[in-house]
């Protein structure tokens, strides 16, 4: 069994950390108010930014997930979270240097700015224009380059119970798509963003990247359809529907899963059917 550390242990390294205490791994999970941190998770309180509070760090760990969350949506958090935040849990493993442990990274496909519904992968060129995409990309070159073995995985749109905006969003006509091209979503369900991080510690050869996707990229407009009608809603009502502009991406991209099906990993919810047929089950109950 492994000693595992998750650097930012909010809802998705909370349910992570159960699971692989569970399963008889020891994990430690840090934030700044490790409260709300469960057990059999030890919870240790320390913020990344705040380079004096890592000493709480155990050692001689065999994983690292970093799963940090910014407290906003602007650069100067980014910045803080994603960049400094690793910056400065690389700087201090690095003084120690009495562990060579694993780094398992968490980003985003938001890396990818492809908007011309272009198949994407681990080898597809990275050129975000948007302030996310650019922080996350920089701090994913930070662990690349440390001297700390790394893979980074970069997952599409997460989606599961508790995370249901898209579907207030079809509720409410605050969605933008087009009848006339297809503008791909990529998604994964929260149950197989947990079984991919669990997956992976059991894999011998790890990548470098892997993006983690489920096995169908789907065009907005036919996923709005398909939720709106789970939903009741009147399909003209869709059609005839003054959406919201302001809702629109720049991205437009198809991303593939190949790598991470490679590894034997397989899905839970291969596609948004699975995956929102459940949510919407349980909502209308």
Same mark, same amino acid.
């Given at each position: 069994?492994?000693? %595992?550390? %998750?650097?930012?242990?909010?809802?998705?390294?909370?349910?992570?950390?159960?699971?692989?205490?569970?399963?008889?791994?020891?994990?430690?999970?840090?934030?700044?108010?490790?409260?709300?941190?469960?057990?059999?998770?030890?919870?240790?309180?320390?913020?990344?930014?705040?380079?004096?509070?890592?000493?709480?760090?155990?050692?001689?760990?065999?994983?690292?997930?970093?799963?940090?969350?910014?407290?906003?949506?602007?650069?100067?958090?980014?910045?803080?979270?994603?960049?400094?935040?690793?910056?400065?849990?690389?700087?201090?493993?690095?003084?120690?240097?009495?562990?060579?442990?694993?780094?398992?990274?968490?980003?985003?496909?938001?890396?990818?700015?492809?908007?011309?519904?272009?198949?994407?992968?681990?080898?597809?060129?990275?050129?975000?224009?948007?302030?996310?995409?650019?922080?996350?990309?920089?701090?994913?070159?930070?662990?690349?380059?440390?001297?700390?073995?790394?893979?980074?995985?970069?997952?599409?749109?997460?989606?599961?119970?508790?995370?249901?905006?898209?579907?207030?969003?079809?509720?409410?006509?605050?969605?933008?798509?087009?009848?006339?091209?297809?503008?791909?979503?990529?998604?994964?369900?929260?149950?197989?963003?947990?079984?991919?991080?669990?997956?992976?510690?059991?894999?011998?050869?790890?990548?470098?990247?892997?993006?983690?996707?489920?096995?169908?990229?789907?065009?907005?407009?036919?996923?709005?359809?398909? %939720?709106?009608?789970?939903?009741?809603?009147?399909?003209?009502?869709?059609?005839?529907?003054?959406?919201?502009?302001?809702?629109?991406?720049?991205?437009?991209?198809?991303?593939?899963?190949?790598?991470?099906?490679?590894?034997?990993?397989?899905?839970?919810?291969?596609?948004?059917?699975?995956?929102?047929?459940?949510?919407?089950?349980?909502?209308?109950?």
């Amino acid at each position: 069994m492994s000693r %595992i550390l %998750i650097a930012g242990c909010g809802d998705i390294g909370t349910r992570l950390g159960c699971r692989l205490a569970n399963e008889g791994h020891t994990v430690w999970g840090l934030r700044r108010n490790p409260e709300a941190i469960p057990p059999p998770i030890i919870a240790l309180r320390a913020d990344l930014s705040c380079p004096e509070t890592l000493h709480v760090i155990p050692e001689q760990l065999d994983w690292i997930y970093i799963i940090l969350t910014a407290d906003g949506f602007d650069d100067d958090s980014y910045k803080t979270t994603y960049v400094d935040g690793t910056r400065n849990l690389l700087d201090f493993l690095g003084n120690r240097k009495s562990t060579s442990p694993r780094i398992l990274f968490i980003s985003s496909t938001g890396v990818y700015q492809q908007s011309q519904g272009e198949l994407v992968d681990e080898d597809s060129p990275t050129s975000p224009v948007s302030f996310s995409g650019r922080r996350l990309l920089e701090a994913e070159q930070l662990v690349a380059e440390s001297w700390i073995p790394s893979t980074c995985i970069r997952f599409a749109g997460i989606y599961g119970p508790g995370r249901t905006r898209f579907i207030e969003r079809v509720r409410n006509l605050r969605v933008w798509f087009s009848t006339e091209y297809p503008t791909y979503r990529n998604l994964i369900h929260i149950e197989d963003v947990i079984g991919i991080l669990t997956h992976l510690v059991t894999h011998s050869a790890l990548e470098p990247i892997y993006v983690g996707t489920d096995n169908e990229p789907v065009d907005t407009y036919k996923l709005v359809c398909w %939720i709106a009608e789970k939903l009741g809603m009147p399909a003209d009502e869709i059609k005839s529907a003054n959406l919201d502009e302001g809702a629109r991406r720049g991205t437009n991209k198809r991303c593939s899963n190949k790598k991470i099906s490679g590894t034997g990993y397989r899905f839970r919810y291969p596609s948004y059917r699975e995956g929102y047929s459940e949510i919407l089950d349980a909502m209308n109950h």
